[in-house]
């Protein structure tokens, strides 16, 4: 009798429960996790899916009709785009401005910048696609403009996302350019500022606004609206600022 008044009252959870199905930007694997938690410990009737990629292929997926009701890029030109072919139902807003940083398994010198890349001992530079990721739009603007590109473009080794562009630079690559984010993930506590890693000087590339936007999916469906909210809280923004971004 107490397992049937049991599997009774987990239906009624189940089914009252709230579904949120997002899109998210690589870039913010890290940070989505404890950003899911703080929302539940406000919200534990409601389930998030996260589903993560580049910004331009998520896109791509929205546009052709994959069902998500949130979408937050690395790139306020995508989000701009759904807005204006109206799929998406909210403007789009930044919530949060990334860093880019370049990260090497092995100590390297830091100190002479983007110099340290046309050494012949970095013979493999993991990059994100900049045709579909927004960190590696960046990466390649920060190497034109410190007069490295066209000197290392040859050892480019291509990430799908900037996810996978973390994973290429400390498996495949001797240097990578990453989202500052995913250093400040548990798995990367061991690696040293300035030793394995160092900023990549802001000035050199434009800001990375991320934006983000409640798609046409999601109209009648209220709970993404309070994670939208949640997004831009005090609590939300700690997070985000936790993980390495600039939040105003």
């Known amino acids: 009798m107490k397992k049937i008044v049991l599997g009774i009252v987990l239906s009624f959870v189940l089914l009252s429960a709230g579904e949120i199905k997002i899109a998210v ?3 913010v694997s890290y940070a989505i996790e404890p950003l899911k938690k703080a929302f539940y410990a406000l919200y534990p009737k409601t389930n998030i899916e996260v589903i993560l990629g580049s910004s331009g292929k998520l896109t791509a997926q929205i546009k052709n009709g994959a069902p998500y009701e949130l979408f937050m890029s690395a790139n306020m030109k995508y989000p701009e785009v759904l807005y204006k072919e109206g799929i998406a139902i909210t403007k789009p807003i930044v ?4 860093a880019l940083a370049y990260l090497s398994v092995d100590p390297q010198d830091f100190t002479q910048g983007m110099r340290l890349l046309t050494d012949d001992k970095i013979a493999k ?3 994100a696609n900049p045709k579909t990721a927004p960190y590696g739009v960046a990466a390649v603007e920060a190497l ?3 007069n490295v590109y066209d000197a290392v473009k040859k050892k480019f080794v291509y990430g799908e996302s900037i996810s996978q562009t973390v994973t290429y630079a400390m498996t495949a690559a001797d240097i990578g350019f990453i989202a500052k984010s995913s250093l400040f993930s548990p798995q990367m506590a061991h690696l040293k500022e300035g030793v394995n890693w160092s900023d990549v000087d802001a000035s050199l590339y434009t800001p990375i606004d991320q934006g983000m936007v409640i798609l046409k999916k999601a109209e009648a469906n209220p709970e993404v609206k309070n994670f939208y909210d949640f997004l831009l809280s005090e609590k939300a923004k700690e997070i985000l600022q936790n993980f390495g971004y600039k939040v105003e």
């Open 25 to 27: 930007a690589a870039n």
């Open 95 to 98: 919530y949060a401005q990334g």
């Open 125 to 127: 530079i993991a990059i």
């Open 144 to 146: 034109k403009c410190a």
